[in-house]
């Protein structure tokens, strides 16, 4: 029910969670990751777009904008209450907050993905997986929340608890308010954002992604994770690939902070998101910073994929 005198399309984040039944404590955190991305975007408008002086774990150098942006959402989960144990991709190891986990949640998150595209400015955005618990090495499936924030022209918050895909955008007041809720995908798409160096493509991708050019699907690659699946998720069409290559036979992406959260809420909004042969939420995450290929948005689209994989390079 929305609020009398405001059209539901006003009804800001933390109301929607309660009216929409959200435990509390879930609610409570979605709204401190909403309060976190504030900060993060004032720091990504002003902030130092140098390095840091530091590597992450994958020896990466990182930015001062990764390391700022991965602080704020860790103190802001750190204080929130309602956190057993957080781990980010700037992170080597799993922070524990709390030791009580009845009714609490472990959160993963990529803080800035897309990070080196700011001094370009192009559009870039945090990701972040909820599970129920303290257990973080589980599979996607097991999450009881997914969101992005995408810090494009416009501030635009999506997420899924499992009832469907809501967008909300943020407003002159900085107040996330409801955009669209129960996004869908269609079965099959017109857009494809392949992601890795073509001559690194193994057989199947290559015949997939020809397959695909035949059909007269249109390019559209942004290099920015969480705007290319906003795009799919928002057109309601398309795919998206960064598959194994002969070089990188896991591909780039990491399963906990990038993959899990986006099948998630792909999955939510009627689409699917495949490593070639199962899908990503079925993975079970060995360790930390596990990557797998992927190929996810119209389900007919990865369907395809994971054809093209069976027929140009066999069982798994
Ligand atoms: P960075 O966080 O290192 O900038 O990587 C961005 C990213 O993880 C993801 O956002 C993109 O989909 C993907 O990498 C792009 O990779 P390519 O630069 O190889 O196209």
């Not at 130092?48 to 989960?77: F, H, W």
């Not at 209450?81 to 986990?101: A, F, K, L, R």
């Not at 599970?131 to 899924?160: C, H, K, M, N, W």
């Not at 390019?219 to 705007?227: A, C, W």
């Amino acid at each position: 029910m929305s609020e009398p005198g405001k059209t539901k399309f006003q009804v800001d984040l933390r109301r929607h969670l309660r009216e929409t039944g959200v435990e509390d404590n879930l609610t409570h955190l979605i709204c401190e990751i909403a309060e976190a991305s504030k900060y993060i975007i004032h720091s990504i408008r002003t902030g130092d777009l140098g390095v840091a002086g530091t590597s992450n774990l994958y020896g990466e150098k990182q930015l001062a904008l990764d390391v700022l942006a991965d602080r704020i959402l860790r103190k802001r989960l750190d204080h929130s209450g309602v956190v057993v144990n957080m781990m980010s991709e700037e992170m080597d190891q799993i922070i524990p907050v709390s030791t009580d986990w009845e009714g609490k949640y472990s959160v993963a998150f990529d803080p800035l993905d897309g990070s080196s595209l700011v001094d370009v400015n192009l559009a870039v955005g945090t990701i972040v997986a909820i599970f129920p618990g303290y257990d973080l090495l589980r599979p996607g499936r097991e999450q009881v929340a997914a969101i992005y924030i995408l810090y494009g022209p416009r501030t635009t918050l999506v997420y899924s608890v499992g009832d469907g895909v809501y967008e909300f955008g943020m407003n002159n007041l900085m107040e996330y308010t409801l955009l669209r809720e129960h996004i869908t995908l269609k079965p099959k798409g017109n857009l494809y954002s392949p992601g890795g160096l073509r001559n690194q493509y193994t057989p199947g991708v290559e015949n997939y992604v020809s397959t695909l050019e035949k059909r007269g699907v249109k390019l559209r690659y942004s290099g920015g994770f969480v705007p290319d699946i906003n795009q799919v998720l928002l057109k309601g069409e398309g795919v998206f690939l960064y598959p194994h290559l002969k070089d990188l036979p896991r591909g780039k992406l990491r399963l906990l902070f990038e993959l899990s959260p986006m099948a998630y809420l792909v999955e939510q909004a009627g689409g699917a998101a495949s490593d070639g042969h199962q899908p990503i939420l079925d993975l079970l995450p060995t360790q930390i910073h596990e990557r797998a290929p992927v190929f996810i948005g119209c389900k007919d689209d990865v369907a395809l994929a994971e054809e093209m994989l069976r027929t140009y390079e066999g069982k798994k």
